[in-house]
């Protein structure tokens, strides 16, 4: 395994060499840098380790960089950051640490390199290599994890019990490498996150929640959610998933799994999108069915409503795993909302009407949602994906052709909710929203045609009706 380093990377790597010799301290790149560059993967960051003071390394390897970039420094953490051109690069002291069972933090005294890669989650990302000019180049393997690298294997240093009950966010950065680099987490060290599983309750959400999102913009978010699952730790973060595993059978009707359904959701969608919000609509398109699952006598399961529920349940779940509130929250809850909707216009007779109002209700989103509704069929009967995938493509047509005639997309209703404010000398109430939704709803399905006139005559009569005049009559 070779790695192959950018005449800027070489350049930059042997200056830090130069001035660590000065202080007479080595310097090591170590970590996700060197694990990566053997793995010829895409690295924007490195991890330098040395035997002397961090930051004073950081300080001295910028003063001899033309323009001398900024040093961000965390003196507490003996951590420094330089960012030279476009690469990142972070600087730390070697350390050792030791986890006492009644302190979640553990003890951190200054180190050797050997003591530094003790600490390191996984033998593929203990690896380091020497930035000394007395052996530059040369890389320390002390776990053997170039053999686990060509193995494809995810495994700890030392006992994974340990490992995993030190730091348990350990636990979930296992099955992001295993989803990332297409790994397998050996037996071993799989059973232990399984045994320490319910450990993940003391990390922070947030940090859970940024080990999943690195799962969801994988290639196949699949591998990790089912490694989350039958690890037992999605149970602890997000039991309304959870809740969609499993197939019940009654009079001998039975129901998919939804869970192994979404994933195969989540991946059909992956293969076209890496849009991360649109893999989250994918992950909860139908995570309102275990509420609204019933059994009709004679007819079977069913899950009426499951998109309107799902909707619902968006915000409360984007809450409890520290999702981004406001607009991304707003968007994965209006596709989960929408997401029966084009399969529905699919199986029924399409009216022009329907297009509208789909085409109103979707706006911008139309495409993602499109998207979302082919990721969503899974059925294994090939002639039956061939004749769905071709109603959505008589749906997409159709809609582009009412899209043409009748431009819904960004359109605005011809007299606004202010307006009829003005118009008769009204305060925000109910009625503007009747009015309002009347004019719309009369437009979008074609009973009067999309303009000034045939809207204003629409609202005064309606408006006589709730016993409103216009203002200046
Ligand atoms: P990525 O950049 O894709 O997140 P990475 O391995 O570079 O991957 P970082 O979080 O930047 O991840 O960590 C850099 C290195 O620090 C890792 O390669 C690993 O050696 C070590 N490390 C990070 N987090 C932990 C941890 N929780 N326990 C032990 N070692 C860790």
Same mark, same amino acid.
């Given at each position: ?103 979640? !933090? $553990?003890? *951190?005294?200054?180190?050797? &390199?050997?003591?530094?890669? #003790?600490?390191?989650? @996984?033998?593929?990302?203990?690896? +380091? ?90 290639? !196949? $978010?699949? *591998?990790?959610?089912?490694? &989350?699952?039958?690890?037992? #730790?999605?149970?602890? @973060?997000?039991?309304?998933?959870? +809740? ?230």
């Amino acid at each position: 395994m070779d790695i192959v380093c950018s005449q800027q990377e070489l350049h930059l790597f042997q200056i830090i060499g130069k001035v660590a010799a000065v202080t007479e301290t080595e310097c090591y790149l170590i970590g996700g840098f060197v694990r990566d560059k053997l793995l010829g993967r895409a690295t924007k960051d490195a991890d330098i380790v040395t035997t002397g003071d961090g930051i004073a390394l950081a300080h001295a390897v910028a003063d001899v960089l033309k323009p001398r970039p900024t040093v961000s420094f965390f003196k507490t953490f003996g951590t420094a950051h330089i960012r030279y051109r476009d690469f990142d690069i972070e600087f730390v002291g070697a350390r050792k640490e030791s986890y006492r069972t009644d302190s979640r !933090k $553990p003890d *951190v005294t200054p180190g050797t &390199l050997r003591d530094d890669q #003790l600490r390191r989650d @996984f033998t593929i990302n203990a690896l +380091a290599i020497s930035l000394n000019s007395n052996d530059f180049g040369k890389l320390t393997d002390p776990f053997n994890g170039i053999a686990d690298m060509q193995e494809c294997l995810i495994k700890t240093p030392l006992d994974p019990d340990i490992t995993f009950s030190d730091d348990p966010l350990r636990m979930m950065r296992a099955i992001r490498f295993a989803t990332q680099l297409n790994f397998k987490i050996i037996p071993e060290t799989f059973e232990a996150i399984r045994r320490n599983a319910g450990r993940i309750k003391i990390i922070s959400q947030e940090r859970i929640t940024d080990e999943l999102n690195k799962i969801m913009a994988a290639k !196949k $978010p699949s *591998v990790g959610l089912h490694l &989350l699952y039958i690890s037992g #730790l999605l149970e602890y @973060f997000f039991p309304q998933f959870v +809740a969609l595993a499993g197939a019940e059978t009654r009079e001998g009707r039975g129901h998919k799994d939804n869970f192994y359904h979404t994933l195969q959701v989540i991946d059909n969608l992956a293969e076209k999108s890496d849009n991360l919000w649109l893999r989250w609509a994918a992950l909860l398109h139908d995570i309102g069915k275990p509420p609204s699952k019933r059994y009709e006598e004679g007819h079977g399961w069913t899950f009426h409503g499951h998109e309107v529920v799902g909707e619902r349940m968006v915000p409360k779940i984007f809450k409890q795993l520290k999702l981004p509130q406001h607009d991304k929250m707003k968007y994965v809850g209006k596709l989960v909302g929408l997401h029966m909707r084009p399969t529905c216009l699919a199986k029924d007779e399409i009216t022009d009407s329907a297009m509208r109002r789909l085409l109103f209700d979707a706006g911008e989103d139309l495409e993602d949602l499109m998207t979302l509704c082919e990721s969503d069929i899974t059925s294994k009967n090939e002639a039956k994906v061939k004749r769905y995938m071709a109603n959505f493509e008589l749906v997409r047509q159709r809609l582009i052709a009412v899209e043409e005639k009748d431009k819904i997309r960004n359109w605005q209703p011809p007299i606004s909710g202010d307006d009829i404010m003005v118009m008769f000398n009204i305060t925000p109430s109910r009625e503007v929203g009747i009015l309002k939704n009347c004019i719309r709803d009369a437009i979008l399905d074609g009973i009067i045609p999309n303009n000034y006139e045939a809207a204003l005559a629409l609202l005064l009569e309606k408006a006589a009706e709730l016993g409103l005049h216009k203002a200046d009559a």
